[in-house]
C-alpha cells in the first residue's frame, strides 16, 4: 500500500532548538497537509500546500513556525525556536484535490519540548 | 466537523453489537465528508467518505449517513469488534465554485469507541 512517511518519528529537544520534520507523500497526491494534535485541541491544521503552493497556513504562528514544499516529494515543518508548548504529534496527509479516498495521514512526529 | 476540545465522547458496546457515532458539523458549504479511525500511536486511518449529493453510503461493516438539514453526520458499525476500539473522527471540508477542488479538512472532537469482548 502507498503510505505517507513522516520523519523523525520522535524528537526530544530542548527550549529554544531548531525543529525540523519531514513528510514525503504519496506519489502523485497533490494535495498536503500538515495537522498538529494534542489533548486540549484535537487536531488542528497548521497549514496546506496544493501543487506545492501554500494555500492556507493560518493556522500556524508564523513567527515561529515556517511549512514549505521544496518538491513534490518533500514537505517540511520548521520550528525555530521551540518551545515547551509546541510539544505534540505532528501528522503530514496527503491526497488528490478531488477528494478521491480521502486523504491518507502518516504515523506523525511526537516531539516533546522540555 | 466542531473542534472543541477534549471531553471526548466515548461509547462503549459489547463485541457483536452495532456501534453509531455521530457527529455535528458547522460549515453549510461542506461538501465532503470523512470518517477516519485513529488507534493509540498512530496516525488517522480513512474508512469511509461522502459527498453531500448523497444521504448514505456503505462499506464494509460500516455505513455513513448524512443530514445536511441539520448538518449531522453518523457512522455505524455492524457487529462491532475489539479491532473497532479506537477513536473515530469526522472531517469535513467544502468545494470549490467548480465543483473539482476541495479544500482543507476540519476535524470534530472525536469519539473514542470501546469494544468489550
Known amino acids: 500500500d502507498a503510505r505517507v512517511t513522516q520523519t523523525p518519528r520522535h524528537k526530544v529537544t530542548e527550549m529554544g532548538q531548531e525543529v525540523t520534520m519531514r513528510c514525503q507523500p504519496i506519489?502523485?497526491?497533490?494535495?498536503v497537509f500538515w495537522y498538529r494534535q494534542t489533548m486540549m485541541q484535537g487536531l488542528e491544521l497548521l497549514a496546506y500546500?496544493?501543487?506545492?503552493?501554500?494555500?492556507?497556513d493560518s493556522g500556524m504562528p508564523k513567527d515561529r513556525f515556517s511549512a514549505e514544499m521544496p518538491d513534490a516529494t518533500l514537505a517540511t515543518l520548521k520550528i525555530q525556536p521551540s518551545e515547551p508548548r509546541d510539544s505534540a504529534v505532528y501528522f503530514c496527509?496527503?491526497?488528490?484535490?478531488?477528494?478521491?479516498?480521502?486523504?491518507?495521514f502518516g504515523s506523525g512526529t511526537r516531539l516533546t519540548v522540555v | 466537523g466542531e473542534s472543541v476540545g477534549l471531553h471526548l465522547p466515548t461509547l462503549s458496546v459489547q463485541e457483536g453489537d452495532n456501534s453509531i457515532i455521530n457527529c455535528a458539523y458547522s460549515?453549510?458549504?461542506?461538501?465532503?465528508f470523512i470518517w477516519y479511525k485513529q488507534e493509540s500511536g498512530k496516525g488517522p486511518q480513512f474508512i469511509i467518505d461522502?459527498?453531500?449529493?448523497?444521504d448514505k453510503r456503505q462499506g464494509q461493516r460500516v455505513t455513513v449517513l448524512l443530514n445536511k438539514t441539520v448538518k449531522h453526520l453518523s457512522l455505524q458499525i455492524a457487529a462491532t469488534q475489539p479491532g473497532d476500539s479506537a477513536v473515530y473522527f469526522c472531517?469535513?471540508?467544502?468545494?470549490?465554485?467548480?465543483?473539482?477542488?476541495?479544500?482543507?479538512?476540519?476535524f470534530g472532537q472525536g469519539t473514542i469507541l470501546t469494544v468489550h469482548p
Open positions: 496527509a496527503s491526497g488528490l484535490e478531488q477528494g478521491v479516498d480521502g486523504y491518507t
Open positions: 506519489l502523485g497526491h497533490n494535495t
Open positions: 500546500f496544493r501543487n506545492r503552493a501554500p494555500l492556507d
Open positions: 460549515n453549510s458549504a461542506s461538501d465532503y
Open positions: 461522502i459527498r453531500s449529493n448523497m
Open positions: 472531517a469535513d471540508t467544502d468545494v470549490n465554485a467548480g465543483g473539482t477542488s476541495y479544500g482543507k479538512l476540519t
